[in-house]
């Protein structure tokens, strides 16, 4: 069976991390969508790592590491990535391997998402500006080049009429983007990715599947940013819920055993798009400081506020969420009261269902409070130890999801991760 990890809300939850300690009992971490604008932290022997690309399992030496056919690959900062990661630890290569139906961000795809955005104006969207978005447009267009063309002889001559469309295409936009000077690393990146172990994935999975393996997929970004049931057209190119898992792989929705959603005990948010229960006082300000709410790739900082329910329950429902992991719960710590938004009110009406036009609807969320804790959850090695106020908090956020709170991080270290009897 292949267990699924994914994000429940805008992205930033804690992945890296869980993918990590779930790693353990897994024998291949498999990537399914997304691209270099996913920032995957670890602590490795104290030292953080960021990982875009590779999946989250490239630390445990027992693993193999799949980059899925759902992924956008831009071959500069995959050469850059895995640069790094060979100096922590050499045998990388070994355990990585990637689709040959993967596509391919090239310098263009980062020009066009550059020119597109800056001519949106007031109305961005909130792009990370790395070629992601155009390199899905090319893919549905039917015209992408993928991980295996960099093996025929005609990629030169592909490269070139798909580089000529997209210059074609700039011609429109007032802004002037210099791709050329990226160019030419480009080239030399898609050459260092011609060493790479490069398969037929599906085949490969099904295999490994038939041989007894165990087998995580892993998402990027987060379920509300995806491109069907997201809060488009805030949202990003992929599928980021767990029907994804069968696109980005190639493996039939019968394989899917498990699915672990993660949350944050509060919310967060990157850039533009509608967020019901932000914060934009000086409590989601204090939720910012003590959680270091900057993003991991960009650095952009993230809007905070307290947990939406109503959204996490429909995330929960769209993926067939079996185990919650409830992350950075340490961050709630020295808050006198805790909110939870319980429901929408909407135009006077009250909801607890995920509303069609978010960007539009007047939203007032409905909140249920909790008494903070006066003590750090952050030394806590148990649940039984945790604070009675907090142990309140969860119960409640479980019976209302109707979904098992499995495990819960009160911290960023690797063993502070704590499990739910």
Not at 152 to 178: C, P, R, W
Not at 410 to 418: A, F, I, V
């Amino acid at each position: 069976m292949i267990d699924v990890l994914l994000g429940l809300q805008w992205g930033d939850e804690g992945k890296g991390k869980i993918v990590d300690y779930l790693a353990a009992h897994y024998d291949i971490i498999a990537r399914f969508q997304g691209g270099p604008n996913a920032g995957h932290t670890l602590y490795v022997d104290g030292q953080k790592v960021v990982l875009r690309t590779i999946p989250s399992g490239v630390f445990q030496e027992h693993c193999l590491n799949l980059i899925g056919n759902g992924v956008v690959i831009d071959p500069v900062a995959l050469k850059a990535e895995l640069t790094t990661l060979v100096g922590i630890r050499p045998d990388v290569l070994s355990r990585l391997f990637l689709s040959q139906k993967a596509h391919l961000i090239l310098p263009t795809h980062r020009a066009l998402d550059a020119a597109s955005e800056t001519a949106k104006g007031a109305d961005k969207i909130g792009s990370t500006l790395k070629g992601i978005g155009p390199a899905y447009m090319d893919k549905t267009g039917r015209n992408g080049l993928r991980v295996g063309d960099i093996l025929s002889k005609d990629f030169t001559k592909k490269y070139e009429q798909l580089k000529h469309k997209h210059i074609a295409m700039l011609g429109q936009y007032k802004e002037v983007v210099n791709w050329e000077e990226w160019e030419a690393d480009f080239l030399d990146a898609v050459e260092y990715m011609r060493s790479l172990q490069i398969v037929n994935a599906e085949y490969w999975l099904d295999k490994q599947l038939k041989n007894g393996k165990k087998i995580l997929a892993e998402g990027a970004q987060g379920s509300m940013l995806d491109i069907d049931y997201g809060t488009y057209p805030f949202v990003t190119s992929s599928n980021t819920i767990a029907s994804g898992v069968c696109n980005g792989l190639g493996v039939a929705p019968s394989r899917i055993g498990e699915v672990y959603g993660i949350s944050k005990a509060y919310c967060t948010r990157v850039g533009s798009g509608p967020f019901p229960t932000e914060l934009d006082n000086e409590i989601g300000e204090a939720l910012r400081k003590a959680g270091n709410e900057f993003g991991a790739v960009t650095g952009r900082s993230r809007r905070c506020g307290w947990i939406d329910l109503v959204a996490l329950k429909y995330t929960i429902m769209l993926s067939g969420v079996t185990k919650i992991i409830l992350t950075k719960a340490d961050v709630l710590d020295g808050f006198k009261q805790i909110e939870t938004g319980i429901a929408y009110s909407i135009n006077g009406e009250e909801t607890m269902e995920f509303p069609f036009d978010i960007c539009n609807a007047d939203i007032t969320p409905i909140y249920k409070t909790f008494s903070g804790w006066d003590e750090s959850i952050s030394t806590c090695t148990s649940f039984e130890n945790l604070p009675t106020s907090f142990k309140e908090y969860c119960n409640f956020v479980e019976s209302y999801l109707g979904t098992k709170i499995a495990f819960i991080s009160n911290g960023t270290g690797r063993d502070q991760l704590l499990v739910t009897p």
